[in-house]
T-cell receptor, first 114, second 113 residues
Framework: NAGVTQTPKFQVLKTGQSMTLQCAQD?????MYWYRQDPGMGLRLIYY???????DKGEVPNGYNVSRLNKREFSLRLESAAPSQTSVYFC?????????????FGDGTRLSIL | SQQGEEDPQALSIQEGENATMNCSYK?????LQWYRQNSGRGLVHLIL???NEREKHSGRLRVTLDTSKKSSSLLITASRAADTASYFC?????????????WGLGTSLAVNP
């Protein structure tokens, strides 16, 4: 049982390049989330999808776009990467929307932007 | 925006000892959750405690919640080297649409063999 799978695990980009981070969950969860984790800042919510077909902005959405491709998959796109987006990105899912649910996390994508 | 603040920021103990971490928060909550993060891995959910609960147990973990003091504690009894990790609290506000968790900065626990 894989849970939440993120690809790639590591990536180095040059400023201005674009890329898409992939996330898939096999738990039939309705809600999915993208976070970034930076030293001294804690986890910050970028975007979330309460259910298939819906997406909403989180705390730090600027510079990112998301797509809820289907119930399993939720991708995060950086259109023009900036050094400030160097971070560890985590995808998570929960059975239902709302903050009364445990969230299940992938192991992250470590992204460096030069 | 940070809601939970864990204390201490770092804790180092010997195997077999108990470890206590605290979390304070600012606004009224629906629930509070504790997560563990091993180095280089994602977060793992440990316990969810609702605002009308005072204490919850799971194996060697004991969580308490004091809503009057806006604080929670996580106790790990008889610690093991495998408990070495960062521990985070996350709160769910009871305001608005209540869709988001607000995360603390974590306590880094080192359990020495």
């Amino acid at each position: 049982n894989a849970g939440v799978t993120q690809t790639p695990k590591f990536q180095v980009l040059k400023t201005g390049q674009s890329m898409t981070l992939q996330c898939a969950q096999d738990m039939n969860h309705n809600s999915m989330y993208w976070y970034r984790q930076d030293p001294g800042m804690g986890l910050r919510l970028i975007y979330y999808s309460a259910s298939e077909g819906t997406t909403d902005k989180g705390e730090v959405p600027n510079g990112y776009n998301v797509s809820r491709l289907n119930k399993r998959e939720f991708s995060l796109r950086l259109e023009s990467a900036a050094p400030s987006q160097t971070s560890v990105y985590f995808c998570a899912s929960s059975e239902m929307s709302g903050a009364n649910q445990p969230q299940h996390f992938g192991d992250g994508t470590r992204l460096s932007i030069l | 925006s940070q809601q939970g603040e864990e204390d201490p920021q770092a804790l180092s103990i010997q195997e077999g000892e108990n470890a206590t971490m605290n979390c304070s928060y600012k606004t009224s909550i629906n629930n509070l959750q504790w997560y563990r993060q091993n180095s280089g891995r994602g977060l793992v959910h440990l316990i969810l405690i609702r605002s009308n609960e005072r204490e919850k147990h799971s194996g060697r973990l004991r969580v308490t919640l004091d809503t009057s003091k806006k604080s929670s504690s996580l106790l790990i009894t008889a610690s093991r080297a495998a408990d070495t990790a960062s521990y985070f609290c996350a709160t769910a506000s009871n305001a608005g649409n209540n869709r988001k968790l607000i995360w603390g900065l974590g306590t880094s626990l080192a359990v020495n063999p």
